[in-house]
Antibody
């Protein structure tokens, strides 16, 4: 069974940094691209970042570029999202999602980790 | 990376069909056949319904179907059931290893 378990969320002040983690299991991790998607409370989904299977290619939402870095460790079946200079508007539930193999789209999602930026 | 445009709401009675549109640009929906659709019920993670415009993952009922014309993709839900109520999102590949989502459509079963 595919499982994605996010961690690392919490309550932080504006300007702080956080590193989110996603532990994957139940599939051959290094065969898949991985993504982060966020959802502010009561609002819609927003794509955040993606990384291909071997870390050679990464992509970032324009609104977050320069403040975030996605990375992965295939030996540990994990993907990470480093977020710096957090803003109030970054408050959201951050989902880790697996990419559809050899395609685009997300076929498995974690339950999310909540990031709250508050002064 | 502008969000794709979806109607905020849609509704239908049990047994009826409803179609939700997703309008992008020639740089995303119009350029790539990588449109996906997701269902999100309250408090849950999104679930993939459609990928590559028309393909259904295993386990997704064939009541859900997708299509695309120029810059607009559509999701049709046939034979509406009470359990179909929820939020529906489209997404598209937008080039340069980026994706973009729609704003979401709240489907109400009357």
């Amino acid at each position: 069974e595919v499982q994605l378990v996010e961690s690392g969320g919490g309550v932080v002040r504006p300007g702080a940094s956080l590193r989110l983690s996603c532990a994957a299991s139940g599939f051959n991790f290094d065969d898949y691209d991985m993504y982060w998607v966020r959802q502010p409370p009561g609002k819609g989904l927003e794509w955040v970042a993606g990384i291909n299977w071997n870390s050679y290619r990464t992509g970032y939402a324009d609104s977050l570029r320069g403040r975030i870095t996605i990375s992965r460790d295939n030996a540990k079946n994990s993907v990470f999202l480093q977020m710096d200079n957090l803003r109030l508007e970054d408050t959201a539930l951050y989902y880790c999602a697996r990419g559809v193999r050899h395609s685009h789209g997300n076929d498995h999602w974690g339950q999310g980790t909540l990031v709250t930026v508050s002064s | 990376q502008s969000a794709l445009t979806q109607p905020p709401s849609a509704s239908g009675s049990p047994g009826q069909s409803v179609t939700i549109s997703c309008t992008g640009t020639s740089g995303d929906v119009g350029r790539y056949n990588y449109v996906a659709w997701y269902q999100q019920v309250a408090g849950k993670a999104p679930k993939l319904l459609i990928y590559e415009v028309t393909k259904r993952p295993s386990g997704v009922p064939d009541r859900f179907s997708g299509s695309k014309s120029v810059n607009t993709a559509s999701l049709t839900v046939s034979g509406l059931q009470a359990e179909d109520e929820g939020d529906y999102y489209c997404s598209s590949y937008a080039g340069s290893d980026t994706l973009v989502f729609g704003g979401g459509t709240k489907l109400t079963i009357l």
